[in-house]
Nanobody, 117 residues
Framework: QVQLVQSGGGLVQAGGSLRLSCTASNIFVSAINHMAWYRQAPGKQREWVTTITNGGSTNYADSVKGRFTISRDNAQNTVYLQMNSLKPEDTAVYYC??????????WGQGTQVTVSS
């Protein structure tokens, strides 16, 4: 069974940085189509943040472009989200997602990021 385990997150002041990681187990890296990060703020719908393909191409939501960086370590089957210049509006539960085998999606357990003003 594919499992995604997230780590990182926490409380940081505005302008600070945090790094999230997400490791996928029980799946070959070659089966992964892309890895992504989403977030869900209180009272809001889950929204897409960024994606990295198996080939290394990246895309970002406009709200995080220039501040967040997604990267992956294929040897470790791990995706990272480096978050810089954090703002209070970045406060949310962050989820990693893996799309594999063309159609299957797997989600991490979520990790809280709180940015204080």
């Amino acid at each position: 069974q594919v499992q995604l385990v997230q780590s990182g997150g926490g409380l940081v002041q505005a302008g600070g940085s945090l790094r999230l990681s997400c490791t996928a187990s029980n799946i070959f890296v070659s089966a992964i189509n892309h890895m992504a990060w989403y977030r869900q703020a209180p009272g809001k719908q889950r929204e897409w943040v960024t994606t990295i393909t198996n080939g290394g191409s990246t895309n970002y939501a406009d709200s995080v472009k220039g501040r967040f960086t997604i990267s992956r370590d294929n040897a470790q089957n791990t995706v990272y989200l480096q978050m810089n210049s954090l703002k209070p509006e970045d406060t949310a539960v962050y989820y990693c997602k893996v799309r594999a085998f063309g159609i299957q999606e797997y989600w991490g357990q979520g990790t809280q990021v709180t940015v204080s003003s």
